[in-house]
């Protein structure tokens, strides 16, 4: 895949959050009468300016594209014209500050529950919540999971995918508690099995937390046949069509789709003979697996995958999708649940519970902005909305420089019935921007981290 396929869906993700936080600042500061001298996407130099509208406010495109800003009429920051000082930011009252200021990060839960609501109502293939053990000796296995359990509840809360099945326990992992699972086996008989997550890490550094539950999804045995091509990937590169039945990989015979992605997770990096029956013809095709990572490991990946598999009956998709209003309950309830998960991973941080390896950068980002465009509209639309989520959690947190810590100072107004000095202020900013700046500098070295060690 080339770089591009990763910085265009980045680029575009990261503008559309950065448009819409700004525009929040920049819509409610007009309707509070404060006028606008700038808008800009980017910090430092601009690059394109633009005047428009009754005040001429500026509409810049500046050097530095990770994030933006909304500059106001603010006697703290230049001489302001007397017949203006009824505009300026810091003549308006603490409540009108305070929800200029809260008004960016509101945005961008508001884009969320849009986004996510869009794709709850337009529904996503989705594969199902049916489960398989993934070792012994874990809670799965104590649980009495048997393979092929179809999970529809999780302690009363209905889950019809892998995903909302993942999030649901992800969520119960961190309270640190049993949990009930009802199920339908494979013979089409409803059971109940409690799934006890005390005391289980919820990072060691290595496993995924649901392979350590000893969970994986179910798969029915598949042939090796190419259902999908990702566009440009080894396969498409090398030949292969949608329909090929690889028969043996360097001689090695296939009898299964298992068969066929563990030989290819084995060989990244270096060249494969692949035999395939294509139209009742035998062809051979020379294919190099692209080296991916995969939970720290270095595996091949070729850009191919099944078409809907149907075992006995029981397909491993659904199309999961939601009526208008409940398609809006649940993206403000997934939208709510995503941003306190958020604060309680970073409490987890804070207390060394959770690494400081997952703070993920730039870079990371980009990565997954990639690959959920690779895989379709759907699964890049929820990523952005959780990204942008991210970004108004950030933007909350109590930090001077960000808004939680300019509306942190607006809350002492409150209480104690006037300003805080400027003195204090201006420390505080200090504070807030060696915070700031140690953040990305952890994120910064995490993504490195991660290109070096793949």
């Not at 869906?9 to 990261?14: D, W």
């Not at 309270?175 to 919820?202: C, F, M, N, W, Y």
């Not at 496993?207 to 045995?221: C, F, H, V, Y």
């Not at 958020?342 to 980009?366: F, H, Q």
């Amino acid at each position: 895949m080339s770089l591009l396929n990763y910085l265009i869906p980045f680029a575009v993700a990261l503008g559309v959050l950065i448009l819409v936080h700004e525009l929040g600042h920049y819509l409610v500061a007009r309707w509070c009468g404060v006028k606008v001298l700038r808008f800009s996407i980017g910090f430092g130099r601009p690059l394109l300016v633009r005047k428009a509208g009754r005040d001429g406010t500026e509409w810049a495109l500046s050097a530095f594209p990770l994030g933006g800003y909304v500059k106001m009429l603010d006697e703290r920051e230049g001489e302001v014209p007397p017949e203006e000082l009824h505009r300026a930011f810091n003549r308006k009252s603490v409540w009108r500050r305070f929800a200029i200021v809260a008004a960016g990060p509101l945005a961008n839960f508001l884009l969320a529950i849009a986004v996510y609501w869009g794709v709850f109502v337009a529904g996503t293939e989705e594969l199902r919540p049916r489960l398989a053990i993934a070792g012994e000796n874990s809670p799965a296995v104590a649980a009495g999971i048997v393979e092929g359990d179809l999970v529809g509840m999780v302690d009363g809360e209905e889950v019809r995918s892998w995903q909302e099945l993942r999030w649901a326990l992800l969520r119960h992992a961190l309270e640190s508690r049993k949990v009930e699972l009802h199920v339908t086996t494979l013979e089409e008989r409803p059971a109940v099995r409690v799934l006890d997550l005390t005391g289980l890490p919820i990072d060691d550094g290595g496993e995924d937390l649901i392979t350590r539950m000893g969970l994986k999804p179910w798969r029915p045995a598949i042939p090796p046949v190419i259902g999908k091509l990702v566009a440009g990937a080894a396969a498409d590169r090398a030949g292969l069509r949608v329909g090929d039945e690889v028969l043996r990989i360097d001689g090695a015979a296939i009898s299964s789709w298992t068969d066929l992605v563990g030989k290819i997770r084995e060989a990244g990096g270096r060249s494969v003979a692949l035999d395939v029956v294509r139209e009742g013809r035998q062809l051979q095709f020379e294919v190099v697996p692209e080296l991916a990572n995969e939970n720290g490991q270095q595996i091949g990946r070729i850009g191919v995958a099944v078409a809907e598999p149907v075992h006995g009956g029981l397909s491993m998709f659904a199309v999961v999708s939601y009526g208008p209003m409940q398609g809006l309950v649940k993206a403000i309830s997934q939208t709510w649940e995503t941003s306190v998960l958020s604060l309680k991973m970073m409490g987890r941080m804070l207390t060394g519970e959770v690494s400081w390896k997952n703070l993920s950068g730039p870079v990371t980002i980009a990565d997954y902005a990639g690959q959920t465009a690779q895989l379709g509209l759907s699964h890049y639309l929820k990523f952005v909305a959780l990204i942008s989520i991210s970004l108004g959690v950030l933007n909350l947190l109590p930090i001077p420089v960000l808004d939680g810590g300019h509306l942190l100072y607006y809350v002492v107004e409150i209480i104690k019935g006037g300003p805080i000095p400027e003195r204090i202020m201006e420390i505080g900013q200090q504070i807030g921007l060696a915070l700031l700046a140690m953040l990305m500098a952890f994120a910064f070295y995490n993504d490195i981290n991660r290109l070096i060690s793949g």
